[in-house]
């Protein structure tokens, strides 16, 4: 059982778009299949960043807080990012995948615990990092995620996880680690600097966007037509 972690800012982003009521979130792999998917369906919303920014063409950024404020209710969403999409791709594998942040790290671990419990599964946090760095913000999520899952039982912890959890517990303050990030001062130079607080807040949420519930691969939902909205052309 899988839990990924971008937490500035797609794991964030994605908890929002369920939030919002999406009917979907078709996660791309690119900027152009984003675009040949989104083409293909009727009242599609394209999402997603590029270089921090959207994409020409797109409806939207990666940013949380714009993202709270969409009109997506009953609506597909075509989502691609340069870190966290990529990620949730590479761990498609796993038995289970969640999106995980601090919004909702309480309801993740969870269901992440139960399903892991019911399976006889291990528990494996993944962070998506930085162009394949490793990045202080989701080190610290990840830590947060520890904690919130050794409420649930005990555990044997990986070094990784060990140090995830000592950097969680040595600051209260996530925004305080948050800020001192790579990601985050990418966020502060394309003025985005409300997403940091917002990415900060923890357990305001329940949502748990779960891949092949909430979230398909863009492949997979086109071929199956896993879309709550009708193709170019078909009648609705």
């Excluded at 990620?87 to 399903?115: D, P, S, T």
């Excluded at 329940?206 to 086109?222: F, I, Q, S, T």
Aim: aromatic share 6%; net charge negative.
């Amino acid at each position: 059982v899988c839990l990924l972690v971008d937490v500035i800012r797609a794991s964030s982003s994605l908890v929002t778009i369920v939030e919002r009521g999406a009917s979907r979130i078709l996660v791309a792999g690119d900027v152009e299949s984003a675009r040949q998917a989104a083409a293909s369906w009727d009242d599609v919303v394209l999402a997603g960043e590029e270089e921090g920014l959207a994409p020409a063409g797109f409806d939207y950024g990666n940013s949380p807080v714009e993202l709270a404020r969409a009109q997506l209710r009953g609506r597909p969403v075509v989502f691609v990012t340069t870190n966290g999409t990529a990620a949730i791709r590479a761990v498609k594998g796993a038995g289970a995948v969640l999106v995980a942040a601090m919004r909702n790290g309480a309801a993740v671990c969870r269901e992440a615990w139960q399903e892991s419990t019911a399976r006889g599964d291990d528990l494996a946090v993944v962070c998506a990092g930085r162009e394949g760095a490793f990045s202080i913000d989701d080190a610290y999520c990840a830590g947060y995620l520890a904690d919130a899952l050794l409420t649930h039982g005990s555990a044997d912890l990986t070094d990784g996880a060990i140090a995830a959890l000592r950097l969680y517990r040595s600051e209260p303050d996530a925004l305080a680690i948050f800020s001192q990030s790579a990601a985050a001062r990418n966020v502060v130079r394309l003025g985005l600097t409300d997403d940091l607080a917002y990415c900060a807040q923890r357990d305001v949420s329940e949502v748990v966007p779960r891949l092949g519930r909430e979230l398909y691969l863009v492949e997979e939902a086109v071929t199956t037509r896993r879309l709550d909205a009708s193709p170019r052309g078909t009648a609705k």
